[in-house]
């Protein structure tokens, strides 16, 4: 028996209806749909609620939904390691690989097992306070540390390979994988770094300094932020929270990647132009090409 795992964002009925129509399509191809159960999802035909420890073999973990419900998925597929596959049902959706009025066709794809998986740099996270470790998370987009609750600023010194590099006086700093450089890092200012690109970037949240620019540092290198003030800290802004003045925040790159689900070679630049509406008129094409 094949089965695949079902993430939905249940609370657009958009999503909930391509949800009920993708089982159907697996149900009629062999394969059994389970869902984590939730407070807030209807019953759909031919997809069983299953509390997590029950779920059985899985082969993937589709997600209808947008970035968000992706994220949130990514740390199902992180804990069972399967490959993850994203049906945009939301605004951008840039971490999905598909768009939902593709239903029949991504139903083909996996009823054949036609897709090739792509892994995806992730990074872990230790806080480290008074000698001991009070916190530790890992981030598929970044880590971001950000001003404490109700702090005006939050003031920190970063390093990279245990050699200091800068005191910044500002919002934060976030640390972003390339597959987070066009979400929370992007926003800020950083760079679009294409997802075969092995890099991590750098970017300071509103310092006020001269040297306050973003930075492209290598994946095997360590990131060390020391805090001068209290500060809070997020992984892919769903788990963290406050720390103390003092504490030492360690990331660095994750022995264990999320994996993705791709099905077309589609490269990246089209889905740069096509979720951000970038302007292309004037294009010639290919140089030589009639």
Not at 75 to 97: C, M, Q, S, T, Y
Not at 194 to 210: D, G
């Amino acid at each position: 028996m094949r089965s695949i795992a079902l993430s939905v964002n249940w609370t657009r009925p958009a999503a909930v209806a391509a949800a009920a129509q993708l089982c159907d399509l697996l149900a009629a191809k062999g394969v059994w749909v389970f869902a984590v159960s939730e407070s807030d999802a209807p019953s759909i035909a031919n997809c069983k609620f299953v509390t997590e420890s029950e779920l059985p073999v899985l082969e993937a973990v589709i997600v209808i939904g947008g970035d968000g419900t992706i994220l949130r998925s990514a740390e199902l597929a992180r804990k069972f390691d399967l490959p993850l596959l994203g049906i945009n049902h939301g605004h951008v959706g840039f971490l999905a690989e598909a768009e939902a009025i593709e239903l029949a066709s991504i139903a083909e794809s996996i009823a054949n097992r036609s897709w090739w998986i792509e892994e995806r740099l992730t990074l872990e996270v230790s806080v480290i306070h008074d000698g001991s470790e009070i916190w530790r998370s890992w981030g598929l987009n970044e880590i971001s540390i950000e001003k404490a609750t109700y702090a005006r600023i939050a003031e920190l010194i970063t390093a990279v390979d245990d050699h200091p590099l800068s005191r910044y006086a500002g919002d934060g700093v976030i640390v972003a994988t390339p597959t987070g450089s066009t979400a929370y890092a992007f926003s800020a200012g950083g760079p679009v770094v294409w997802p075969s690109v092995n890099a991590v970037v750098l970017v300071p949240l509103s310092a006020h300094s001269l040297f306050a620019r973003p930075l492209v540092i290598s994946p095997e290198s360590s990131v060390v932020i020391e805090l001068i003030s209290p500060a809070s800290v997020w992984a892919d802004s769903r788990r963290g929270g406050d720390i103390p003045a003092g504490a030492r925040i360690l990331i660095k790159r994750s022995q264990q990647p999320i994996k993705f689900l791709k099905l077309n070679n589609a490269p990246f630049t089209d889905r740069l132009v096509k979720k951000f509406d970038l302007p292309t008129s004037g294009w010639r094409g290919v140089l030589g090409e009639k």
